[in-house]
């Protein structure tokens, strides 16, 4: 059976959204596509579950009545929800009428039948209004449509925990599309992988997110766990959110994750905390959060006041932060640790403020200030911060008294709508905060006396600067020219790094510069030389030589998977022989070596895990399946064939059939056009724009042979008169055979001076047609090209599936092999590209700082000065 893919899963949720685009936002409708799916999940299950138990009763002997009996009793299902028939989607499917109705109904009675829902569904409302009208019945016919596509039991999963997987891509939509609101209940997934690798869970430990939004945090402290060699089913998960939809997200990602024990509660944190032990607050191992940002509170009613035991932030004003802060420093077990991400306001403001930072740290919890970039974050374009603290007396012995500040905001990739941590930031940060020493420019480590000696002030900047150093100006360069050996020296590390060889791009001059080498005659040189020298060169080869080598020494690992299933143990491996092996060639330093393979097992794990459930080919049929989803889904746009790399290695020849047919269509279009204006090409000079637009020749040629058949048109119609039968009346014969002489010549006369009139204007017609006939033989000729495409087209998935089916087990084996490696060495090769460009970048920037001297400035003024003089000269202007 085939298997439902990732790919599939993410294409069909994300088109269910579609469904609803448009009548409202995505902070409106992504519950209801949330509801649909915990439906249709919860529904599928129960089924699976069902049949088995009607089956088990029925081989007991039971009849067929009784079997069902029991399968409709609530309590056969303990590991499961039991679905009552309103609910269920075999009723569902086949809703026409006051659907929203019967999906409300649906939504309450399997919340009441389930005490662990209680609250989860109820407040999905399919007959809330949009605006001023309802979703129409048939926009949620198409819903219902649209979901009855794919079963969704475990068992159709090419992974176990798919569904889950598939649940959070589709949280990180919902986040992106709504925007501010998407900050509500998500954060971005670089940013809690950095928290978690901070806290490193363990097995055994109670995690606990006090502003839990859609419960990313607890879900990644889980993973951690078991990509760690732990279990992770001996964790115990809790949480709690005041935002009743965003908790109601949570427990359902939990749900659809497997962690039916996860304790999510909803209610304020700050006025009731609800995670109780004994009638005391409850105490957790690890606490991880990213609270709502600058929120006001109230005093009034609010329980265990306690917590707060370093002082009350002001109610207005929005300072509410370090309320959170307290409540997490409260429920730390004794070696508990905690980790928050905070605005940075939270680290200099006076006040009330200042006397909790200062009990704060005089009691010693601070452990670390990580500084952020901005617009890291949904919801706000501010820099903002994580600060790590331990219980009282918790820290190592080494890191007592004193606080790391690392200053991170510059360690970032710039997105198209916000900023990210790559693989190689979150390595370069959790390295710092093991290590706990002095990065310079990056990490610094401050005694508690230092920060008490500046007013408790924790501004980042003021203990980890890393603001770049000014651009150093050599005056005699600019006045003489030459190249400060000082300035090349200060770049050693990155030319080594890379095996740029000085000889490459400078001569020596003196002993204190270079020149550049006379044969760099314009900047554009520079790169060229670069990627052209033989120490580059020698050091990239070096680099990919090792990249093999430790391909080969590992890739057995691999092959071995569908066996051993030791995904996590291969994991490890992988990623430290990776950076021993790749690191020691020098170019890339270890973080970026880092980056790469963290990178590359991001984006693959779940290949792996299929790899795993499925073996080889089973992986090989899910990209099949994958394929086929998308190009139904998008109709075939946007997806480029020739990018895909299973496409390409398996119908390269249909590919080259698919490409000689669009470079025909491209070609006659081509011919098309420059017929069209008149026989000038794409090269011909461009008129200017005032100019009118070009007249189309085709047009002109069509509209002049109209002009001439109408011309003649009267004369055509009398001569096929004057030429009719001998029935005909007024024709030669009609009058001949009565014998009107008179009347005969007359007409003949007529036949003959029209006949004269018209030929010419025929023949010109005629020569007018000849010539737009290539123009009519080009369309013929693009119209069967653009159907040839489209038959291909069609074709593709057949061809794509005979493909699949003439491999073996063994091929598909090298297949994916050749797949994996060619991923991972273009992550590697991307990051060599950007090293390089690094040196050219330097390289130039000497070139446009001192490559034009003021002697070479001066003299081409006195050379303006002196053309100037003469053409003034020649003009016989004079200077009085």
């Known amino acids: 059976m085939r298997r439902l893919t990732l790919g599939q899963l993410e294409h069909h949720l994300f088109a269910a959204a579609d469904i609803l685009r448009g009548k409202m936002d995505a902070s409106e409708f992504k519950e209801y596509i949330f509801g649909m799916l915990f439906l249709k999940r ?37 590991k499961s929800f039991f679905v009552p028939k309103p609910a269920r989607w075999e009723k569902l499917k086949h809703a026409h009428r006051n659907i929203g109705d019967e999906l409300n109904v649906a939504l309450s009675t399997l919340e009441r039948e389930n005490r662990s829902l209680e609250g989860v569904l109820g407040h999905i409302d399919f007959q809330r209004k949009a605006g001023k009208t309802k979703i129409p019945d048939q926009k949620l016919r198409d819903l219902i449509t649209h979901f009855n596509k794919y079963r969704l039991r475990n068992a159709d999963f090419e992974f176990p925990d798919l569904i889950g997987a598939a649940y959070e891509y589709l949280i990180g939509q919902f986040a992106d599309s709504a925007g501010k609101k998407g900050g509500e209940f998500y954060t971005p997934r670089d940013v809690v992988r950095l928290m978690v690798r901070i806290l490193k869970p363990q097995e055994g430990m109670r995690i606990y997110d006090p502003c839990a939004g859609s419960g990313g945090m607890l879900i990644h402290s889980k993973q951690y766990v078991e990509e760690h060699g732990g279990n992770p089913f001996n964790l115990r998960l809790y949480g709690q959110d005041n935002n009743g939809g965003v908790w109601s997200m949570c427990k359902m990602n939990m749900i659809l994750h497997g962690i039916a024990d996860a304790d999510i509660q909803n209610d304020d944190v700050l006025a009731s905390p609800l995670h109780l032990d004994g009638g005391e607050l409850m105490r957790f191992d690890r606490v991880i959060t990213n609270p709502p940002f600058s929120q006001n509170y109230s005093k009034g009613g609010m329980k265990f006041t306690e917590r707060f035991r370093y002082g009350f932030c002001p109610e207005s004003g929005k300072k509410g932060d370090l309320m959170f802060l307290q409540h997490m420093l409260s429920v730390l077990r004794t070696n508990g640790m905690m980790a928050t991400v905070m605005p940075h306001g939270v680290l200099f403001r006076g006040g009330a403020e200042k006397e909790i930072r200062k009990g704060i740290i005089e009691d010693d919890l601070l452990e670390a200030v990580i500084g952020f970039p901005p617009n890291l974050f949904y919801g706000t374009g501010i820099p903002a911060c994580v600060l790590v603290c331990r219980a009282k007396d918790a820290k190592p012995d080494e890191r007592k008294n004193k606080i790391l500040f690392i200053n991170a905001d510059a360690e970032f990739h710039a997105g198209r709508a916000q900023n990210y941590l790559r693989p190689e930031h979150i390595e370069k940060i959790t390295s710092a905060f093991d290590a706990f020493e002095e990065i310079p420019g990056y990490a610094t480590v401050v005694s508690r006396d230092d920060i008490k000696s500046n007013d408790w002030n924790l501004n980042i900047r003021r203990y980890a600067d890393n603001a770049p150093p000014p651009e150093p100006h050599d005056v005699r360069a600019h006045l003489l020219g030459g190249i400060p050996k000082t300035e090349v020296k200060a770049k050693k590390q990155l030319l080594d790094a890379h095996g740029l060889k000085i000889s490459t791009i400078f001569k020596e001059r003196d002993a204190d510069y270079y020149d550049f080498d006379p044969e760099l005659i314009e900047r554009g040189d520079i790169k060229k030389r670069i990627e052209a020298g033989k120490g580059i060169r020698q050091q990239e080869a070096r680099l990919k030589e090792a990249f093999d080598q430790w391909w080969e020494k590992h890739k057995q690992s691999l092959v071995d998977l569908p066996d051993t299933k030791n995904l996590m143990e291969v994991r490890t491996d992988l990623l430290e022989a990776f950076v021993s092996d790749i690191t020691p060639v020098g170019l890339l330093d270890r973080f970026k070596v880092a980056g790469v393979i963290a990178t590359w097992w991001n984006e693959k794990k779940f290949d792996l895990k299929t790899l795993i459930a499925q073996g080889f080919g089973g992986l090989v049929d899910g990209w099949v399946d994958t394929i086929e989803a998308a190009m139904e889904e998008t109709k075939g746009n946007h997806f480029d064939l020739a990018d895909d790399p ?6 390269p020849d249909y590919l080259d059939e698919l490409e000689q047919a669009r470079q025909d269509i491209v070609r006659l279009e081509q011919e098309k056009e420059t017929f069209e204006n008149g026989g000038i090409g794409d090269d011909a000079d461009e008129t200017s724009e005032d100019e009118e637009e070009k007249t189309n020749y085709v047009k002109e040629l069509k509209t002049r042979i109209t002009e001439l058949k109408n011309e003649i048109k009267e004369d055509k119609k009398q001569i096929k008169i004057l030429t009719g039968s001998v029935r005909k009346k007024g024709s030669i014969k009609f009058h001949q055979d009565r014998g009107d002489d008179t009347l005969t010549v007359e007409l003949e006369a007529q036949l003959k001076a029209l006949t004269k009139k018209v030929e010419p204007v025929e023949n010109k017609i005629q020569d007018l047609e000849k010539e737009l006939n290539p123009y009519v033989e080009i369309t013929n000729q693009l119209k069967e090209a653009k159907k040839r495409f489209k038959e291909l087209q069609k074709k593709f998935i057949k061809r794509l599936h005979e493909a699949r089916n003439a491999l073996s087990n063994d091929d598909c084996c090298v297949l994916v092999l050749d797949i994996l490696n060619e991923k991972l060495a273009g992550h590697l090769d991307s990051y060599v590209t950007a090293h390089r460009q690094e040196v050219v970048a330097a390289v130039e920037n000497w070139w446009d700082k001192y490559h034009v001297t003021l002697r070479d400035i001066e003299g081409e003024r006195e050379k303006a000065a002196i053309k100037l003089s003469t053409f003034m000269d020649q003009l016989r202007y004079k200077n009085e």
């Open 42 to 78: 919860c529904s599928d299950v129960f089924d699976e579950e069902y049949e088995r138990i009607i089956k088990s009763n029925l081989k007991r002997g039971r009849t067929e009545e009784q079997a069902i009996k029991r399968a409709e009793h609530p309590s056969r299902y303990a």
């Open 646 to 651: 299973l496409v390409t290695r398996l119908i």
